[in-house]
């Protein structure tokens, strides 16, 4: 008898967004859990005890399962989405993607300064660079131009001020990152990815007026 083959990945769970309906990855969305008081409160590690409401990471798809109610008919009960419930998401999780920056560089698997980003992109292709929101754009040109030339287009990150990076870093200011690959590249990876849908990435930012 022949045995099935086994799948060489593991397949993502699934769950279903409440604004839209449609089952979507886990990456793809965040959890809201529900306090005994009826609150909903970002689970981003999908870890906290009892019920839970899924739903697309993005401002809009939480303005429009508020606009339809869809948080209480999914959850079967009054809820209570808070003052500011995307703005809380948001802060969420920026604080999970800094806190994943600092266990990097503590890991030694984040390379921070302009020399230092610039040497580390001749030897081995990053997982991530890392640039300030605000940073010149003379030095991430530069270093994007060798990323390219030397792996092709980078995977970048501009969701965070030079300040927010150097505080995560313990330093004033921090201009120029990158994260090698390792085990927390792809925790990192998901998490920016949801962030992108409540805070605007200048790099994305910075092309779209350049191709404007």
Do not use: Y
């Amino acid at each position: 008898m022949k045995r099935g083959r086994r799948l060489s990945k593991t397949k993502l769970r699934e769950r279903r967004d409440t604004a839209s309906g449609e089952v979507r990855p886990e990456t793809d969305l965040v959890r809201l859990a529900i306090s005994p008081e009826g609150r909903l409160v970002p689970d981003l590690a999908a870890k906290l005890p009892g019920r839970g409401v899924w739903v697309a990471a993005d401002r809009a798809a939480i303005a429009k399962a508020l606009k339809k109610k869809a948080f209480a008919r999914s959850a079967g009960q009054a809820v209570d989405p808070g003052p500011d419930l995307a703005a809380e998401i948001e802060t969420a999780l920026a604080r999970s993607v800094l806190s994943l920056i600092s266990l990097a560089r503590r890991a030694g698997d984040l390379t921070s300064g302009f020399d230092q980003v610039r040497a580390e992109i001749k030897a081995r292709r990053p997982a991530l660079m890392i640039e300030a929101s605000d940073g010149a754009d003379d030095g991430r040109g530069k270093l994007v131009a060798l990323h390219r030339a030397a792996w092709g287009e980078p995977e970048m990150v501009s969701l965070f001020t030079a300040a927010e990076l150097g505080r995560t870093i313990g330093r004033d200011s921090a201009v120029h990152l990158c994260l090698a690959d390792g085990g927390l590249a792809g925790r990192m990876k998901a998490d920016v990815a949801r962030l992108r849908g409540f805070r605007a990435d200048a790099a994305d930012l910075a092309g779209a007026a350049e191709n404007g």
